[in-house]
């Protein structure tokens, strides 16, 4: 029996992370935040400081990690049994992961993890090439977007809400930035499948873009 997946790409803060996560639980279903994948590797790097144009040591460093997620009520990871989840959200972990990610054989080395996550009942998986590149069988693949102003907004409030400084025009920046590193870049670059069901969720409420997810399965 093929194990059914929904895959949610797209840019970073289109919500997809609030969104895979809500579906999953109502479903029932597991669920696979890809994107954490990449920033493990990240936090590995940084904190052994490997220069990051070094391919072969960040090769081997994808190959050796050991990652563990543990997902109860929040995402625990654990990165060769240290608790890395307070380091994932950094945006210096997110940029690092962005570099990284561009790399050909660092995405092949970290493809069979990904796909290990496919168990019963089924699969929420959230990224940037999870349609076309990591489950291009999914019977259901939605491809999530919100304009860049409003993605680096919903971080600015999120950043605030936790106490970190932010700087509204630098997000957007930034934004604007991984934007183009994901999509340009010659490897599963950022894009949506062919047979994805768009969602343009800059004024949508997150209980409307559940709805349409669900209604995609139903
Ligand atoms: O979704 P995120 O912001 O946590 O992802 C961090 C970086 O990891 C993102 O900028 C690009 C990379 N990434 C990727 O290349 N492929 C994925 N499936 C998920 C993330």
New binding site residues.
């Given amino acids: 029996m093929t194990v059914p997946v929904l895959t949610i790409?797209g840019p970073?803060?289109a919500g997809?992370?609030t969104i895979s996560r809500l579906v999953a639980k109502k479903l029932g279903w597991n669920y696979l935040?890809?994107?954490?994948?990449?920033?493990s590797l990240a936090i590995a790097l940084l904190q052994q400081s490997v220069d990051l144009t070094d391919e072969s040591t960040i090769v081997k460093v994808a190959e050796t990690m050991d990652l563990a997620f543990e997902c109860g009520d929040e995402l625990v990871v654990k990165l060769n049994g240290e608790n890395i989840t307070a380091q994932l959200g950094l945006e210096s972990t997110?940029?690092t992961?962005?570099i990284v990610?561009?790399l050909p054989e660092v995405?092949r080395v970290l493809l069979q993890k990904?796909q290990d996550f496919r168990q019963l009942a089924g699969l929420v998986a959230?990224?940037?090439?999870?349609g076309t590149v990591?489950f291009p069988d999914a019977p259901y693949k939605i491809y999530l977007t919100a304009s860049a102003e409003e993605r680096a907004r919903r971080r600015y409030k999120q950043l605030k809400e936790k106490g970190i400084d932010a700087n509204l025009s630098r997000l957007t920046l930034d934004i604007e930035e991984?934007d183009r590193?994901?999509s340009e870049r010659a490897t599963?670059p950022?894009a949506m499948a062919e047979n994805a069901f768009y969602i343009d969720s800059s004024n949508m409420s997150i209980d409307a873009v559940i709805e349409e997810a669900l209604n995609l399965i139903r």
């Fill in positions: 790409d970073s803060g997809k992370g935040d890809s994107g954490s994948i990449y920033r997110g940029n992961a962005s990610a561009a995405r990904q959230d990224g940037r090439d999870m990591v991984r590193r994901d599963a950022l």
